[in-house]
Nanobody
Framework: QVQLVESGGGLVQPGGSLRLSCAAS????????MGWYHQAPGRQRELVAV???????NYADFVKGRFTISRANAANTVYLQMNSLKPEDTAVYYC???????????????WGQGTQVTVSS
């Protein structure tokens, strides 16, 4: 099975920074993309940033210029550097991998457990 483990969340004041990490392990065979989503209470999950296997990136409009997504391919790890944080960034952040497992070689989405980010003074 493929497992994703997230870390790096916490409490920070407006204008501060956090760095999230997500490591994929287990029977991963290949990865098409790695991304971050967030979800606040009472709202649906939405895309924050994604990085494709070739290295290209895409960002939601509300984080452009503030967040940076990057990866360490050899370790199957993706990062999200979050700067100039705002109270509206408060949410649970989830890592997602679009990839295949050696168990069946079927392409599917894998999700991390989520990590809480709270921006408050």
């Amino acid at each position: 099975q493929v497992q994703l483990v997230e870390s790096g969340g916490g409490l920070v004041q407006p204008g501060g920074s956090l760095r999230l990490s997500c490591a994929a392990s287990g029977s991963v065979e290949s990865i098409n993309s790695m991304g971050w989503y967030h979800q606040a209470p009472g709202r649906q999950r939405e895309l924050v940033a994604v990085i494709i296997s070739g290295g290209s990136t895409n960002y939601a409009d509300f984080v452009k210029g503030r967040f940076t997504i990057s990866r360490a391919n050899a370790a199957n790890t993706v990062y999200l550097q979050m700067n100039s944080l705002k109270p509206e960034d408060t949410a649970v952040y989830y890592c997602k991998v679009d990839g295949t497992s050696r168990d069946d070689y079927v392409r599917r989405d894998y999700w991390g457990q989520g990590t809480q980010v709270t921006v408050s003074s």
